[in-house]
């Protein structure tokens, strides 16, 4: 009996010596796998000597600030903008010619990168443009500062920009007009506090090329003068216009006269009756768009 009883437990035994359940296996083989990766790789170790002292002075320099030396120099040596520490293009985007500056709270313009085309600087807190801002930026093609506070813009501030193409200055609190560079084709002034007698009477005479002009949501009293044969869109929508001339659109000494380009001209919104000027609108292709009786 007692040699049967040992043989017994040793039947027992040997099972529990077996090699391990296939879940215990998985778990073996996982901690091979993550041994095998742990090794130190050149990467690994490079990042690791970066987080060290880098300097020869003594002090420390943290990861962090050793990659931030390590980023575009083109980029650093942008000044820094006149509300932060930060360079522009660390504050806005900078991409292929174009700075996105939108939304921000910036109260001023930033300094701008060498050979800027399209400066978008939207729905800040910019409150003045001084002709010091856009002084050394001679390639801009665009510039939109709309939904800003905008009360003043300094004499000059746009003369240099003979390639300026298209100009947003709405939704702000100019009551005057800037003087304007010769290439525009596009601007908008929607939405501001302008009156009559802030727009000067040859405003618009020598810009050739402007077809889109924006100025509704003013204060303005009368359309303004000497508008360019280049106009296509005229938009004067709710201003406090009470009168016009036979020379606002048209030519009083030349009846043969037609304004070929102009395409749409908006007045809805102003307290003129528009058919007792009918005389106005004898070149016109069109009707303007407003009150008739």
């Known amino acids: 009996m007692e040699t049967l009883q040992a043989t017994f437990f040793l039947f027992v035994f040997v099972p529990l010596v077996n090699p391990a359940p296939p879940l215990q296996q998985e778990s073996l083989q996982f901690y091979e796998y993550e041994t095998d990766i742990s090794m130190e790789s050149p990467t690994q170790q490079d990042y690791e ?11 420390n320099v943290s990861l962090d600030t050793s990659l931030r030396l390590k980023r575009d120099d083109s980029q650093l040596d942008v000044p820094p903008t006149k509300d932060t520490n930060l360079p522009t293009c660390l504050l806005c985007v900078c991409l292929s010619g174009s700075v996105y500056c939108e939304e921000i709270d910036i ?9 800027t085309a399209y400066l978008y600087a939207r729905f800040n ?14 390639t801009l093609r665009r510039i939109d500062f709309s939904g800003n506070r905008i009360e003043e813009i300094e004499d000059g501030a746009f003369s240099k920009l003979l390639l300026l193409e298209e100009l947003s200055l709405a939704e702000n609190r100019l009551m005057k007009l800037p003087v304007l560079p010769p290439k ?22 020598k810009l050739t090329n402007l077809a889109y002009l924006y100025l509704g949501h003013n204060a303005l009293e009368s359309v303004p003068l000497n508008l360019p044969e280049s106009l296509r869109i005229l938009h004067l929508q709710y201003n406090n216009i009470t009168t016009i001339t036979d020379d606002t659109f048209c030519k009083s000494n030349n009846t043969r006269y037609i304004r070929t380009r102009m395409d749409e001209i908006r007045m809805e919104g102003n307290p003129i009756v528009l058919a007792k000027h009918v005389n106005a609108f004898n070149c016109l292709r069109m009707l303007p768009v407003g009150t008739y009786y």
């Open 184 to 205: 525009l084709t596009t601007f908008n002034a929607n939405q501001n506090r302008i009156k009559s007698r802030g727009i000067k009477a040859n405003a618009f005479k």
């Open 49 to 59: 000597m970066q987080s060290k002292d880098i300097r020869k002075d003594g002090t």
């Open 107 to 115: 109260e001023a313009v930033p300094p701008l990168p060498k050979e």
């Open 125 to 138: 807190k910019i409150k003045r443009i001084a002709a010091s801002d856009f002084a050394d930026i001679t």
